[in-house]
C-alpha cells in the first residue's frame, strides 16, 4: 500500500485517508507519497487524447490504493468535482495571436473563477465523502488572499459534515473576491474579516497554525484544512500540467516551458512532481510579484522573509512559499534532515540559506523572476491591445516572466498559467486599459449576482483576532454538537 510521510521525518506513515483527513503531519511537516510513481514515455503517449476528467482518474489512481476508493466511487468523485465547469474542456488552453508558440491555460473557468477550484472542487468532495463514510464531522480552516477562500466555501457549501472557517485580510482583497465568500447563504459557512494584518494574509495562517498546535482545541473541533498544505490540492494539480503538454504537443518529448504566478508554490510544486513522475517539462519558471521570496530562492540560493508590499497581483501577496519545503524534499533526494534544518532555521530567524549542491540540485529546470507592478500593467495592455484578449494580473505577471526568458529558452511551446478570470479584478483593469466600462471579458454573471446578495461574515481586528475568534468557533461547534451529538 502506498503509504505518506512527513517531509520532516518526525511522524509515522500514514495512508492516504489518513494525510488528507489530518492536511498537516503531527510534527508540523507536509505529507508526501513514499514513493513518487514514475510513468513512461508510453504511458504518456497513451494518455494524450484523454478528456480532463478522465486523466485525473488514471493519475490518481497512481497515488490512491483502491481498498481506500474503489474505481467507481473515484470516477464519481471526479464527475460531480468538474460538472459544476463552465467549460467542457475544463481547462481550455488559448492561443495568443501576437506572441510565438505562446498559449494562455485558462484555469479560471470554475464557479469561483480561480485555478483554485481545480484543486477543491475534487479536495472538499473526497473529504466529505471520508467524513461521511466515517459518520464524523471536521472543521476546516483556512487563510485566503482572495481565492482559496471563496474556492472552499462554495465546495464546502451545504456539505453535511463540514464547516468552514475561511480567514481573509480584510481591504487586502478584492470587494468582487470578498462578496464570493460573504453572501453564501449556508449555515455551514463562516467568512471571517481581519482588518490592519500587518504581513497580509500570511498573519491569518499564523492564527491558525496556533490553533493547530492547541491540542485540547484541535481535537475538540477536528480542526483540519484543504488549504495548498493538504496533499489532496498537490496531487490533484499535477492532472494540469500533464493535460496542458497534452494539448500542446504531437510528440511526447517535444520543449514545453510553463511559467506559473506563484505565492505558496502550491501549484509549482505540483509542476514540479509532474515532472519528477516522468512529464517532460523543460522549463518552469516561478513568476513572482514585488513579493519576491521564490525569486530569492532561485535566484540566489536564499530564502528569507521580508516586508510585504501591497501590489496588483494580490492573491500572491505571499510572505512564505510553504510548499517549496515540499518540493525541496523531492529536489534533494528525499532527506527529512536536511528539510527540518532549514525550516527550523528559517522559522526560527525568517531566513535560511542553501549550500552549493542542495540550490544546484532544486534549482535545476527552474528560472525565476520578480515582476514589478508596472510590468503587469504593460503586460495587460499590450495582449489586450494587439489581440483583444484580456489577462487577469495575476496571468499578466506569468507572461511578464516568460517574457523575460523568451529568448534565453529558445524553441518550444511556451504556455502561461491563467490562474484567476479578470472579472475579479475590474479596478484594476479598468484603470489599467483606461476604460470607464468594463469590456466584457472583465465581467461575469456569477461576480454580479453576488453584488446584489445579502453579506454575512465575521470581523476582527487583528490585534483581537486570535482570541476572539478561538471563542466564536468553540461556542458554534458547542452549538452544534448540542443539536447533532
Ligand atoms: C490567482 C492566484 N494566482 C496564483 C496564486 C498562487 O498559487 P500558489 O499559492 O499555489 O503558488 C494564487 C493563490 O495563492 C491565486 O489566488
Known amino acids: 500500500m502506498l503509504q505518506y510521510v512527513s517531509n520532516k521525518g518526525g511522524s509515522p506513515p500514514v495512508d492516504f485517508e489518513t494525510a488528507i483527513l489530518d492536511g498537516y503531519a503531527p510534527d508540523g511537516g507536509l505529507y508526501v507519497p513514499s514513493q513518487m510513481p514514475k510513468v513512461s514515455k508510453e504511458q504518456l503517449a497513451a494518455w494524450k487524447d484523454l478528456s480532463f476528467v478522465e486523466l485525473a482518474f488514471e493519475i490518481l489512481s497512481l497515488f490512491i490504493d483502491r481498498s481506500i476508493i474503489s474505481e467507481t466511487e473515484l470516477k464519481q468523485l471526479l464527475q460531480d468535482a468538474y460538472a459544476p465547469f463552465e467549460k467542457e474542456e475544463v481547462i481550455p488552453l488559448h492561443r495568443l495571436s501576437s506572441k510565438k508558440d505562446t498559449y494562455v491555460m485558462e484555469l479560471f473557468y470554475g464557479p469561483t473563477l480561480s485555478f483554485k477550484d481545480v484543486g477543491l472542487a475534487f479536495l472538499v468532495n473526497l473529504v466529505n465523502f471520508f467524513l461521511q463514510r466515517k459518520n464524523e464531522r471536521l472543521t476546516l480552516m483556512v487563510a485566503t488572499t482572495g481565492d482559496t477562500g471563496p474556492a472552499t466555501a462554495y465546495f464546502t457549501a451545504g456539505k453535511s459534515n463540514l464547516d468552514a472557517w475561511v480567514l481573509y485580510p480584510k481591504g487586502l482583497i478584492t470587494e468582487e473576491q470578498e462578496r464570493q465568500m460573504t453572501t453564501l447563504p449556508h449555515s ?29 482545541f484541535k481535537e475538540k473541533l477536528k480542526l483540519s484544512s484543504v488549504n495548498s498544505i493538504n496533499w489532496g490540492r498537490i496531487m490533484m494539480q499535477t492532472v494540469h500540467y500533464f493535460y496542458g503538454y497534452f494539448q500542446m504537443t504531437d510528440t511526447i518529448g517535444e520543449r514545453v516551458h510553463m511559467a506559473v504566478p506563484s505565492g505558496g508554490f502550491g501549484n509549482l510544486c505540483a509542476g514540479a512532481l509532474a515532472r519528477e513522475m516522468g512529464l517532460p517539462i523543460t522549463t518552469l519558471i516561478a513568476a513572482n510579484n514585488k513579493n519576491a521570496c521564490l525569486h530569492r530562492i532561485f535566484s540566489k540560493g536564499f530564502f528569507s522573509k521580508e516586508a510585504i508590499h501591497a501590489t496588483a497581483s494580490s492573491a500572491i501577496d505571499i510572505l512564505i512559499p510553504i510548499n517549496f ?3 525541496l524534499y523531492f529536489a534533494c533526494g528525499r532527506k527529512p534532515e536536511l528539510i527540518k534544518k532549514h525550516w527550523d532555521e528559517f522559522e526560527q530567524t525568517g531566513n535560511t540559506r542553501f549550500d552549493d549542491q542542495t540550490f544546484k540540485n532544486y534549482a535545476e529546470g527552474f528560472r525565476s523572476h520578480s515582476a514589478s507592478d508596472e510590468e503587469t500593467y504593460k503586460t495587460i495592455r499590450q495582449i489586450y491591445e494587439a489581440e483583444g484578449y484580456l489577462l487577469d494580473p495575476h496571468a499578466a505577471v506569468a507572461v511578464s516572466a516568460l517574457e523575460t526568458f523568451r529568448s534565453e529558452l529558445g524553441d518550444g511551446k511556451m504556455i502561461c498559467l491563467a490562474t484567476a478570470h479578470p472579472a475579479k479584478f475590474p479596478d484594476i483593469v479598468k484603470a489599467v486599459l483606461k476604460k470607464h466600462n468594463l469590456p466584457e471579458q472583465a465581467t461575469h454573471t456569477s461576480i454580479e449576482k453576488a453584488k446584489k446578495a445579502q453579506e454575512k461574515m465575521y470581523h476582527f481586528e487583528h490585534v483581537d483576532a486570535k482570541e476572539a475568534l478561538y471563542q466564536t468557533m468553540e461556542t458554534h461547534w458547542d452549538q452544534i454538537r448540542k443539536k447533532q451529538p
Open 188 to 216: 455551514n459557512i463562516h467568512p471571517v474579516g481581519v482588518s490592519n494584518c500587518p504581513d497580509g494574509g500570511d498573519d491569518l495562517d499564523v492564527i491558525i497554525s496556533s490553533y493547530y498546535a492547541d491540542a485540547r
Open 325 to 327: 519545503w515540499r518540493y
